[in-house]
């Protein structure tokens, strides 16, 4: 069981944690039936983007068996059967929707647009160059707007634009750092890094990393509270730069939520940015 349970990869579902932001930003945080329900909703993600990460490493598992650190997952390793991959998928996915469903007829169309989707780039959508991150950034935004339907609050379309870059501005960082950590065998783990240069991965993380400082920017003025949100500018611009010298000076950024669990200075943005927000808004 362990072992099923590594493969669902737990340290990612800290991606999870954006199905709050609705919650926190429209000063819910303290309600608790609010807080109820959006926990609900953050354990159907962990259930389901588990489901996700088992198909993906069941399509994958020849390529990650030839890849410096997946090869120690549990599916390429040899610890767990694909069959039972299969099984322990179904099961959480199954189980992630019905709740989903259960919490409302909306988060559920969510929930299963969002496993549909990943569906897809498991089996095709990842091999498409560009179209690859795009997936993988509207699965954070779809993250974002299924915490709010849950509790029926306002979503800003800056918050929505500010997740969507930023998303993809980690996912293009790991894009680069599968490019130059596996060097010439970079495409025959991925198909759509044989397609992207290095010159146009960092040409397309220059245009979204502008792209996200002006939309927390305008997310900032926007807000009621425009004059004083705008004091956590500096926290994200440090968080951004910060994750950048580590993905170009240090070859970083193949693992986001393995950065944000070690680097000290980026927690110490992120607590800072996150204190700070929480000053301003309760």
């Not at 979204?208 to 900032?220: A, N, Q, R, W």
């Not at 440090?238 to 200075?265: C, K, Q, T």
Request: proline letters at 3%; charged letters at 10%; a positive charge.
């Amino acid at each position: 069981m362990i072992y099923y349970l590594a493969a669902m990869r737990p340290k990612q579902w800290i991606k999870n944690f954006f199905v709050f932001a609705g919650l926190i930003f429209s000063g819910n945080l303290l309600n608790l039936p609010m807080l109820l329900k959006v926990t609900g909703g953050f354990l159907v993600f962990c259930l389901l983007s588990g489901a996700v990460y088992l198909i993906n490493d069941i399509v994958d598992v020849e390529k990650d068996r030839s890849h410096p650190r997946k090869k120690n997952r549990p599916l390429a390793a040899g610890l767990i059967s694909s069959r039972g991959a299969a099984y322990a998928a179904a099961a959480a996915a199954a189980a992630a929707l019905a709740a989903a469903f259960a919490l409302s007829a909306t988060t559920g169309l969510i929930a299963a647009s969002y496993f549909i989707m990943m569906l897809l780039y498991s089996f095709y959508l990842k091999s498409i160059i560009i179209l690859d991150v795009f997936t993988i950034a509207l699965g954070f935004v779809l993250r974002v707007v299924a915490g709010t339907e849950v509790i029926m609050v306002y979503l800003s379309p800056w918050a929505v634009m500010c997740t969507f870059f930023l998303a993809l501005f980690l996912a293009l960082g790991k894009r680069r750092n599968e490019k130059v950590v596996l060097g010439e065998n970079a495409n025959n783990h991925r198909v759509s890094l044989e397609t992207y240069s290095l010159a146009l991965i960092d040409q397309l993380i220059s245009v979204v990393t502008t792209s996200t400082v002006v939309s927390y920017f305008l997310y900032t003025f926007k807000t009621g509270q425009h004059l004083t949100s705008m004091i956590t500018i500096p926290f994200v611009l440090f968080g951004l730069f910060r994750y950048l010298h580590l993905v170009y000076s240090e070859n970083s950024g193949g693992s986001p939520e393995e950065i944000v669990i070690h680097d000290r200075p980026l927690q110490l943005a992120i607590l800072l940015w996150a204190a700070v927000s929480l000053v301003i808004l309760y």
